[in-house]
């Protein structure tokens, strides 16, 4: 199973970017997907998750970001509105998945990473 993540780059503060995250592969069924994201010199954070169609945002992001699934296309979208200098980060997705491996079995994956720069 891999996962391609895409859709960062350079955006104003207050501009909008989305990010696009899609899983292939050996997939059975997707139980969650979300992102994640690192700030230079910081540690890895969540920034948000859906898990059979429940969506969790972390506090700095509710009211800015939306997270959304297209469960049939095994894609997670991030969409990022009034973006901040400090959400300046690699985001990563993360994806667990039952996948077929001489059966069913349970993982977790993660993506590559892409970057998104707030600045003026």
């Known amino acids: 199973v891999q996962l391609q993540a895409y859709g960062g780059g350079l955006v104003q503060p207050g501009g909008s970017l989305r990010l696009s995250c899609a899983a292939s592969g050996s997939i059975f069924v997707i139980s969650a997907m979300g992102w994640y994201r690192q700030a230079s010199g910081k540690q890895r954070e969540l920034v948000a998750t859906?898990?059979?169609?429940?969506?969790q945002l972390t506090d700095s992001v509710k009211g800015r970001f939306t997270i959304s699934r297209d469960s049939a296309k095994n894609t997670v979208y991030l969409q990022m509105n009034s973006l901040k200098p400090e959400d300046t980060a690699v985001y990563y997705c993360?994806?667990?998945?039952?996948?077929?491996?001489?059966?069913?079995?349970?993982?977790?994956?993660w993506g590559q990473g892409t970057l998104v720069t707030v600045s003026s």
């Open positions: 993360n994806a667990d998945v039952i996948e077929r491996s001489g059966g069913l079995r349970a993982r977790n994956y």
């Open positions: 859906d898990s059979r169609g429940v969506a």
